[in-house]
């Protein structure tokens, strides 16, 4: 699988701070990628390089293999920035027409893909409504189909999800799913871990312009596990002590613990088998995206910075 | 291109298809027609058998005002007081009387004759009645002084007395330089006009579009610069178009007035061509001098006033609307914030006013060619110069001069704004200071 996007060592400063700060990744083709970060963290104007809103002070991005040109790569991405709107006294025909020729698509391609896409979200009744009738769950719909009607092969969704109900949401994410098994790559920048822990591939977390964090979801679960298990068992519970663990946190039936330096989990099963425990489960409690979020974010003076950014 | 182009007809035709566009862009025109065709008929307006009773107490007149023959006003002498006089205009046997007391004194016009009416008189008529009986009494007056009309007539001097010329030789008559007074005046204030209407037009649509949040969408499609000179395109278009319609009409209701009024159009021939029912009202008042304005304006060289006027409406209006369209993009939700931004880009346009109201009078007066030649005052300065023609109100060398600096104004303002407007667009929630657009202008980022 070749890169889509690479990024290398870019840069971008504001008067008075650094917003991206020498950064690099480089995203898969088909991946579904998070870009997490608390507020303030630089993610919107990094979104805004990738979408050549914005120059890189210094740096280099390719797309596609090569150095980004943004005058004729923008009909290959997709943009559906955090703050985002539809002309008001518009038609939604008529929107839809307009944001898809502006993508490079000609009237009659237009035409074919907003049909398309209005039967398959239901909209089709919607042609001839003005934007201001719609509610929010509703011009959000029709701000991802406008998102994604060109084909992009870049699709970057800015909190996708805010405002839509469960039902809708799921509409969406099937979508992405959709999208990205078609070979559309997807990047997805949001501060709803679960949501990042159930759909993204890979992420990336950003703080004070920096990247403090890279990987696949299981790989960064896995560099912040702390070897804690959870045992349930049946029967009574004896005294359990032993150098190979500590005991967290005990219930009647339920124990969790910690497997100390130098031993590892057959050593703990070893034991409690020897002293008759009936293990009815076993496994390794790895920590959630919130908890290794807040775990790296708390402390340093992102809130500070959150709030001098705007 | 093709992008400026697609941003631009959607501005054009969301505008133009809204009821408001047709409603100003025909209704208006209409709405004021009507309004001077209702000031016209009501100022035109004659009684027919308009019926005055006169008492010639002092026998001024012998029993005749003049040897007229007029339907529309009929003098008959009666003997009678003022009270009887007032009773039958209560009983309406008249439509009004004149009484000349028997005391009065030709010379000093002491005491004065009185006039009564049952209800106020409609223009015209009054000017009749006080035409014959002014003629009538400056005749007596003459008679007394013997002098006879034919030797008051010879003696009088014409207009055309003294002969006034330029230096090159060209006939400078007095209704040539009103006529370019008011033709200056007139094209000036419409450029002015437009600046401020069709200027706020495109900071409106910027707010719209960063209010409402779609500039982000957009820009990721379009250049900020694109999407700022589309808008400016679009809706300087519809104001063309606007303006277009609104001359057309003002043409061709001009051709209704002779329908709609037979009198006036009698009297107008082949009346001046502006807009209209005014000057109708103003040519018939006098219609002696219809001949001075008719050569007068016949000396205007309006294919140069018109084409001066099309280019000085397009640079005023590129120039100010991309100033208009920085503006509008610094401004966040709240539209106050807007007055006090606008206020640096209002000055050079009222500025522009007080000067054009001095060149007109003046058209080569040091202000008058400062302000023609600086482009951010030229478009509205140089209408009042060119209008005096070339070259008496401005030279060809300062035309073009003037010409050519709007065009690099326009580019440079174009320049600076676009800078502003790129990085306001995308800032939400903070209010911008000037002194912060001029960094983002100014400073590269």
Known sequence: ?310 | MNKIFLVASREFKTRVQKKTFLLSTIGLPILIFGFYALMIYFQVKTTDNFKVAVSDQSKLFNGKIDDKKSTEVIFSFIDADTAALNKKLNNQEYDAYLFIPNDYNLQSGEPQIAFRSSKALGLMTREKIENRINNALEEKKLLALNISKGQLDSARLENNAISFTTNDGKKDNETKVGISYAVGMIAGFLIYIILFVYGTMVMRGVMEEKVSRIAEVIVSSVKPFELMLGKIFGIGAVGLIQFIIWIVLVFGLQLLIPVLFPDVAAQMQSAPIQPGAMGAATAVKESGALQGILSGLAEINFTLIIGCFVFYFLGGYFMYAALFAAVGSAVNEDPQDAQSLLLPIMMPIIFAMVIMTKAVNDPNSTLAIFGSLFPLTSPIVMMARVAHGVPDGVSVVQLIASMALLVLGFLGTTWVAAKIYRTGILMYGKKVTWKEMWKWAFKNN
């Open chain 1, 1 to 310: 699988m070749h890169n889509i996007l690479e990024l290398k060592n870019l840069q971008k400063h504001y008067a008075t701070q650094k917003a991206v700060d020498d950064v690099s990744f480089s995203i898969e083709q088909g991946s579904i990628f998070g870009l997490l970060g608390p507020n303030g963290a630089g993610k919107t104007t990094l979104l805004r390089m990738i979408t050549g809103i914005f120059y890189a002070d210094s740096g280099d991005l390719l797309f596609d293999g090569k150095p980004f040109d943004p005058q004729n790569d923008f009909v290959h991405i997709g943009y559906m920035p955090e703050e985002r709107g539809l002309y008001k006294k518009m038609k939604i025909g008529e929107q839809a027409m307009y944001l898809a020729q502006l993508k490079g698509l000609s009237k009659s391609e237009a035409l074919e893909k907003i049909k398309f896409w209005f039967k398959k979200f239901e909209m089709e009744s919607w042609w001839n409504k003005k934007v201001e009738d719609l509610s929010k769950g509703m011009s959000q719909k029709l701000q991802f189909v406008t998102t994604v009607l060109h084909e992009p092969k870049l699709i970057i969704l800015d909190e996708p999800f805010s405002g839509l109900d469960p039902l809708n949401a799921n509409l969406i994410k099937d979508e992405i799913y959709g999208l990205a098994q078609r070979g559309s790559t997807i990047i997805f920048s949001t501060h709803r871990m679960e949501q990042v822990e159930e759909i993204c591939d890979h992420i990336i977390l950003m703080n004070l312009g920096k990247k403090i964090l890279d990987g696949t979801v299981t790989d960064v679960k896995q560099q912040f596990k702390e070897n804690k298990f959870n045992v349930q068992f049946k029967g009574q519970p004896t005294a359990l002590v032993s150098p190979i663990f500590t005991i967290e946190h005990q219930e009647k039936q339920q124990l969790i613990l910690k497997i100390n330096e130098g031993y590892n989990s057959n050593h703990v099963l070893n034991y409690l088998l020897q002293q008759d425990v009936l293990i009815e489960s076993f496994n390794e409690i790895l920590p959630s995206l919130n908890d290794i979020f807040i775990h790296l974010v708390e402390g340093s003076k992102a809130t500070t910075r959150a709030f001098q950014n705007n």
